[in-house]
């Protein structure tokens, strides 16, 4: 069977493909440490796992749950935008609740991209969103993000006839893969990019709350006039250490949020009552237990750091999520390199290239082991040297 010619231009999710390494290495008798997926191995808060057992334990909770999200969990995630970033939300209009931020992210494109439309993407970026992009046969058009920027864009740079065709861009801010942050000024310049050109801004958010020290990051929303042109997507994995659960949302301009919810009513039949449940409470978590987690990933950050530096690897502490992007060897390619590491010493990372051609050079890293299982990535890592083996 031949694929269609919409998913004929799209390759396989990288990481589905990067999978087959990691097994093939276990296969062969590695004992395999996971640093590539953004794969959080703490477990939710305790109320937010009670409260989905409770959920489950009720008759009612069985059926279709209804394709809006319930008017409680709406409500709640308004709530939380009001305490965290001091934005006001209609929960009405201006939420989307999504199975997991990923697929609207895909979804959104297919709702408001035609074949040829332009779409501007980060490079490098998270993969969903140029497969989205090529899922609604869009033509992409990717803009740099450099280190002598501090990975954010020069808006300036983007050519004007480029701009005037896109009908959209986007950003992820803290950044995925980089661990970049964007200051007020920088948010405050997409947004009024996006209203110059008439395009929908598109902010990735799920790392908001995986900070260190004092930073907090903050919502594109937050910006003068943000919802005439943006939307915000965030999600319950990495803030709650939900990944499995699959809760997402999107926030912000209510039309384009329509245009989402209508795609999605003809694609799924909305969250597991018990998950909403959940959702509501984790959503409601004390701030102290966000700080102690984050603490827990600050440490591992620490560790990681220094044993790159020992095997003759770049990397700096970020401000937010918890990803090293680190530079490889001159000379060397970021998949062949990655898989030299983990065929050498068993420790899975991220190709640079999985986000795009402009992660050629590097690698990313992330925390999300337990840190026993740092501490001994650590140690292989601080006797390994880079192509000693080839």
Known sequence: MMPSVRLAGVPEFPFSRWARHCRAAEERGL????????????????????????????????????????????????????????VSLDPETQVACLLGSKEGIVHLQQAILDPGDVVLLPDPGYAPYAAGAGLSQASIVRFPLTAERDHVPNFDAIPVEIARRAKAIWLNYPNNPTGAVADAETLEQAVAFARRHGLLLCHDAPYADVRFDEYRPRSILQVAGATDVAIEFNSLSK????????????????????????????????????????????????????????AIYRERLGILVDALAAAGLIATLPQATHYLWTLIPDGETAEPFALSLLNETGIAVAPGTFFGPGGEGFVRVSATAPTGRIREAAERLSSWRPGAQS
């Open 31 to 86: 004992d395999l440490i996971r640093l590539d997926v953004g794969n959080p191995d703490l477990p939710p808060p305790p109320a937010v796992i009670e409260a989905a057992c409770n959920a489950l334990r009720s008759p009612t909770s069985h059926g279709y749950p209804g394709l809006r999200g319930s008017s409680e969990l709406r409500h709640a995630i308004c709530a939380y935008y009001e305490r965290r970033f001091d």
């Open 239 to 294: 803030t709650y250490n939900m990944a499995g659960w699959r809760i997402g949302y999107a926030v912000g301009n209510a039309e384009a949020l329509k245009l989402l919810r209508r795609i999605k009513t003809n694609v799924d039949s909305g969250l597991f009552h018990p998950l909403q449940r959940a959702a509501i409470v984790a959503l409601g978590t004390d701030e102290a237990w966000i700080e102690e987690r984050n």
